[in-house]
């Protein structure tokens, strides 16, 4: 390792290779969490998950844990500990709280925005330093929260700029994609996440998101198995097959199709690819979802949205999209080696069933515990993680591939070709920036 | 097969009711054996990777169902672990025998053990059974061991080839918790 080199981790990134401590060094990975994922937004969860005055869900953020709750006047992210001795209040995934959360402890309570309620007998309190209107004494709320199309984020951290400045027009595509699909401009989450464990860094699986040359290596397997059993429910029924098959057969697309794709690269880290699903085909469900599209906003605005093919976008550092199929993956990091990922997917409202049944077909092949995508996904970034952790074997990691050619244009850069290594240069970028700041 | 012609034979004499609680004894008993007997072999099939004989043990449109809550009462419309017919049976088979399977190499191993079997009903004009029963799987893969264990319950249809599955449901004691890595074949 280079001297100091973890003094100042802007040096462990340069313009075309990145050192291997970005991703296996603990002291690296504790400064992550403090200059990036407590510095920047936080994708906590949607609206719609919690439906119910009292609803809760608890989710990561850094290393804090943190709930998502409704009270009477909206949503709330708060910290999941109890200001008395200090007790995790919530600790299932979800929930309802009644009307306010009650510590199993000591059994103080507090309202659903977190303020406290009552303490029992409280004559105890009586002439200490004790300030039941003491915000110390109540439950903390997240420094910022800010909300998107019904997206929730949480920043951990005073100042910066807002969430809709730093989502940017990259980043807020993604919600405006998924909810645009939508006639009536909104989007219901289904009530399930898939919560599937890495045993890898965090970022090698944002870099696979975008990552357009790796599909038809590591998914040749599924991609070719798909392939056949297309010909073979054909033969045997007569019928055409489910599309799941056509989303898993993809991946036998030859190079040149990957290269013809086109990624973006957004300030603070988002990134776009653009799609290659080819969602649009003259089969009925497509036709009266255009129909409902239609009727809802014109044709022309119609024409707009469903033209719009995206295939991922991921928000730095926190979440990967995909809006045309309306799923999303928020990636927790729980150590350098080990990152949580919450999958869900979502309704379009007003939209025909069977736009649902084409999300709920990809979320079953794609992204289930059952998944014969990821299966090779996350052995790659395992066998990656465990390479990068060796000593002797080298010490940088290559994105040279078309480097240097990335064109720029109002402080987008766009890629010369869809195989280019340009996302991981982005994120990298944006990654640099965060760690230098203030070291 | 010869006791069914012997049951509709049994049917005829007067002393009915008798012979009757006898014989559901010994069909009960018969049945038990013969579910666990099925289970068993199930659970060998799959520990030895003999995929023909899995895709075989299934009806036409038989279904293996693992639900992702307890409480779920469909698969149909609905996020599931795994909801497999035939063909998607078919096509995870050929993705695990690719020879470009990259997570197939080690390919893993797995060890079942089945207990429990209680037969919920059997009908008995037809000799459907449906049957719950407990399992624990070992899994080895990568020097790595992960344990599952959950219930089986089985809907069974009784053809000349004995029993075949129509649905198998899987309910896992894990399937709320995260999942370390996924599943890349059947409990
Ligand atoms: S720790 Fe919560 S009430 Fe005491
Ligand atoms: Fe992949």
Redesign the interface.
Known sequence: MPDGILGNPGNLVEPDQVHKACYTDDDIFEQELDKIFHKSWIYIGHETQVPKVGDYWTTWVGRERMILCRGEDGVHVLYNRCPHRGAMLCQG?NGNAGKTFRCPYHAWTYNLDGSLFRIPVEEGYDGTAFDPKDPRFSMKPAEQMGIYRGFVFAKLSEGGPDLDTWLGRGARAAFDDICNRSPEGEVEI?Q?C??????SNWKIFLENQLDALHPSI?H???G???A??QK??KQ?TGED?PI??QF?ADFTLPYEKWDSLSTYGHPYGHTVLGGYMGLRPRDPITVSHEEALTKAYGAERMDEILSTNVHHVLVYPCLSVQPPLQQLRAVRPLAADKT?TEIW?FRLKGAPEGI??RS?AY??HVN?????V???D???FNACHEGLRLGGGGDWVSFHRNAGQDPVENGVTTSVTGMSEQPMRNMFAAWKEYMSAGS | MARDKKDKKAKKPKAKAKNHRANRRANGLDTQRAVEQFLYNQAEILDERRWDDWLGLFTKDGKYWMPPREDQETGEGMPNIFYEDLFLMDMRVRRVEHPYAHSQKPKNKMSHVIGNVVIESEDRKTGDVVARSKFHVVEFRNDNQRYFAGKYRHHLKKTKDGYKIRLQRVDIVSAEGPFDYVLQYWL
């Open positions: 995934l289904v399930n898939f919560r599937v464990i890495q045993h590591t040749h397997s599924t070719e198995a798909a056949e059993m073979v429910y045997r097959p799941g098959y898993l949580l997917h649902y049944e709920l979320y079953y289930s515990p059952s998944t014969m990821n299966a090779d996350l052995q790659n």
